[in-house]
């Protein structure tokens, strides 16, 4: 059977008590009041999570050989950019020895991350159109490419629903969407003709995160366990418990209803 993915609920708002009722005599003192209880200490004060363990000599290089070789084998990057890859790595928050610790634990995350913020990029909940545009056409330019939008118009503020007419060389499109995965979904498909796609990266987070990729290879990238990719052809791992639509191993919400999985 496939695996079901359900929603995270948000708390319901409770209803208020109902008032107790009063006692029918009023006692003769007041009850003694209840000591206070001892208050919880906050997250700031709780001790910090114990740094990562130092890698074992050569355990960098093992990995970053590891992971750089499964990025070229999905045609997300090629052979003579493992230096600059190494690079990332040392960049990473924590350092190498968190890395290591990620990439020990969560492969798939350790290297989903790197790359979105090395050849991707990220686009917060809330955006602008032309800020977007900033990541995309320097991207298309490598292919000579440039998109250009035009007429963006609000349809309904409340939903963040817009609408814009996009224009690359002779083809036009009218692309409504409401965040950063509808406007790159139509983005996506004025490119089909020429093979390219603006792929989505997971970041388990509210952002969005893309990365162009020239005739992506379907088959070797619906394999979620080096890098998490959110399309309907890597969309393999289960369905979603809410709308029954098929979804990813390791998603963290479903592409059809937005339902964010607990």
């Known amino acids: 059977m496939p695996l079901r993915f359900w929603k995270k609920d948000k708390p319901e708002k409770g209803k208020p008590e109902k008032e107790a009722e009063e006692p029918k005599e009023k006692p003769k003192a007041p009850p003694a009041a209840k000591p206070a209880p001892a208050e919880k200490p906050s997250k700031a004060e709780e001790k910090p999570a114990p740094p990562a363990a130092p890698p074992k000599p050569g355990e960098v290089d093992v990995f970053v050989t590891e992971a750089h070789a499964g990025l070229v084998d999905l045609g997300l990057t090629v052979a003579p950019t493992k230096a600059v890859f190494a690079k990332r790595v040392a960049a990473y928050p924590g350092g190498d020895a968190a890395f290591v610790a990620d990439y020990r634990s969560a492969p798939y995350k350790a290297v989903t991350r790197i790359l ?87 970041t388990w987070a509210d952002d969005f ?54």
């Open 116 to 202: 979105a913020d090395w050849l991707g990029f990220r686009v917060p909940e809330t955006f602008e159109l032309d800020a977007v545009l900033k990541e995309v056409n320097p991207r298309l330019s490598s292919f000579k490419l440039a998109l250009a939008a035009k007429d963006l118009t609000w349809l309904d503020q409340e939903l963040n629903l817009r609408k814009v007419r996009l224009i690359l060389g002779d083809q036009e499109k009218v692309v409504r969407f409401k965040d950063a995965r509808d406007f790159l979904k139509g983005v996506n498909e004025i490119l089909a003709s020429r093979k390219l796609a603006f792929v989505e990266l997971e």
């Open 209 to 262: 995160a893309f990365l162009l990729v020239r005739d992506p290879r379907w088959d070797k990238l619906k394999n979620p366990e080096l890098v998490v990719i959110k399309a309907d052809q890597t969309a393999t791992g289960g369905e979603c418990g809410e709308c029954g639509a098929p979804v990813g191993k390791y998603w963290s919400d479903c592409l059809k209803c937005g339902a964010v999985f607990g």
